[in-house]
């Protein structure tokens, strides 16, 4: 049986709830640090926007946006880094026929196709990635030292 008027849908052994499980595990990580950057922005602020004749939208895309860049930064950099090596969301929601990156590397080690040369490079190829995307969110992420601290 399905919700009232939709009928019946499918969803686990699915990408969506791949994703939905992906979202559910990492979204936390993503928020917190954008909560600490944007409970500390000045009031002052909001109401210089307003005083200036912003509207919401542009005190958002003006005001709030720019002032929560380092959270941002580091919210992508708390997500990213353990989302592009997980395996198990992928296995246990999708049923094994949503293939991720980490699955790759872990069916080099441990599944059928045993090619542990080959995992060890797919897994120095995704080092380098993440240590290339570390740099530069580094580089160009001023102030994030203190979007993770509360």
Known sequence: ???????????????GAVVLGMVYKYLPFMILPLYSVMEKIDNSMFEAAEDLGCSYM???????????????TSGITMVFVPAISTFIISRMLGGGTEL???DLIERQF????????LGAAISLVMMAVVVICMLVMNRFGEGEEQAVML
């Open 1 to 15: 049986p399905g919700m009232i008027g939709l009928g019946p849908f499918k969803l686990m052994n699915t990408s």
């Open 110 to 117: 441990l599944g059928g196709a045993y090619n542990p040369q």
């Open 100 to 102: 991720l990156l980490g």
């Open 58 to 72: 542009q005190t958002l895309f003006r005001v709030i946006i720019p002032l929560s860049m380092p959270g941002i």
